[in-house]
């Protein structure tokens, strides 16, 4: 597998220098009063510092109370701090696609039918103005 990998980051950077050596974890986590795990975000900077978002989850019962939001703006902030001048992600329908939308990201891209009778979603937004 590590050849997989090596292989294909070899050819990429061999087309497209890179302007960061390694993936720059950005990745937070929100507990409640009680020290409870209640959201977090799992996202990077990559060799093009674009901003990768891999996952973002709020628990239900903290929802609709701006937590996501403050993660995605945080995690925004700093990445933009680090060179970053795009951010990306998917998520489905049954997801948070409205969530993005409000948060001014663009579709760039879907995957209808999957999985059945929804559609898989690819977002981005520019981080410079």
Known sequence: MQKI?????AYNLSRVPALSDTWTPLEFIVK??????????????????????????VEASYRQKGIGTSLLKH??????????TVA????????????YLKNEYEVVGEIK?????????????????
Request: no cysteine.
């Open 32 to 57: 409640n009063e009680n020290g409870d795990e209640i959201a977090g975000i799992l996202a990077g900077l990559g060799y093009w510092n674009g901003l990768d978002i891999r996952i973002l989850w």
């Open 5 to 9: 990998v090596e292989g294909i980051n």
């Open 88 to 99: 990306m992600l998917d998520t489905f329908d049954f997801q948070a696609e409205d969530f």
């Open 113 to 129: 039918n999957f999985p059945k009778g929804h559609k898989r979603i690819y977002f981005s937004k520019r981080l410079s103005k």
């Open 75 to 84: 995690v925004e902030g700093i990445a933009r701090e680090k060179g970053a």
